[in-house]
């Protein structure tokens, strides 16, 4: 049974789930359903996610296809190492700019999950040096990606 589903499963897409208001790699959320589907606490028709709230059962969520006002990683916070698996989910606009805010706080340096989201969401740093021997860059230092939207 559970073959056929992971089976089912397909393309390169992060597969993740939402459970009482946070969000977890499919690992970890396969693991929530095996305990309470253990527990028998799963829905009648898990399949059916209509048919339950997420608050009591995980459902499917489809990071990235979802943007968020942020990156996303696994809330259990310690699956890919010392941080939650980052779900490469989509950003909104305001996203990106809160997603600049905190590498801007880090400096040219981050610490290896938010180097993760700066490869994943394409921002490089620009230095002061590289603002001073350009004349035409008219920005201030620190992180910038080409996805950014102007507004
Ligand atoms: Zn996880």
Same mark, same amino acid.
């Given at each position: 049974m559970a073959e056929a589903m992971a089976s089912g499963r397909k393309g390169l897409k992060t597969m993740a789930y939402v459970y009482q208001a946070d969000v977890w790699c499919d690992d970890c959320g396969? #693991?929530?359903i095996d305990d309470? +589907?253990?527990q028998e606490k799963a829905p009648e028709d898990p399949e059916d996610e209509s048919s339950f709230d997420s608050d009591e059962f995980p459902k499917y969520y489809g990071a990235e296809d979802d943007e #968020? *006002? !942020?990156p996303q990683n696994c809330a259990d916070g310690k699956c890919a190492g010392k941080y939650? +698996?980052?779900l490469r989910n989509a950003l909104t606009g305001e996203g990106y700019a809160y997603l600049k805010n905190m590498? $801007?706080?880090h400096g040219e +340096?981050?610490?290896e999950y938010a180097q993760e989201w700066a490869d994943y969401y394409r921002f490089t740093y620009v230095s002061a *040096? $590289?603002?001073a021997n350009d004349p035409d860059e008219s920005c201030e230092p !620190?992180?910038?990606s080409d996805e950014m939207t102007t507004n």
């Amino acid at each position: 049974m559970a073959e056929a589903m992971a089976s089912g499963r397909k393309g390169l897409k992060t597969m993740a789930y939402v459970y009482q208001a946070d969000v977890w790699c499919d690992d970890c959320g396969r #693991a929530i359903i095996d305990d309470l +589907t253990a527990q028998e606490k799963a829905p009648e028709d898990p399949e059916d996610e209509s048919s339950f709230d997420s608050d009591e059962f995980p459902k499917y969520y489809g990071a990235e296809d979802d943007e #968020a *006002d !942020g990156p996303q990683n696994c809330a259990d916070g310690k699956c890919a190492g010392k941080y939650g +698996t980052f779900l490469r989910n989509a950003l909104t606009g305001e996203g990106y700019a809160y997603l600049k805010n905190m590498l $801007d706080n880090h400096g040219e +340096t981050l610490p290896e999950y938010a180097q993760e989201w700066a490869d994943y969401y394409r921002f490089t740093y620009v230095s002061a *040096d $590289d603002v001073a021997n350009d004349p035409d860059e008219s920005c201030e230092p !620190g992180w910038y990606s080409d996805e950014m939207t102007t507004n």
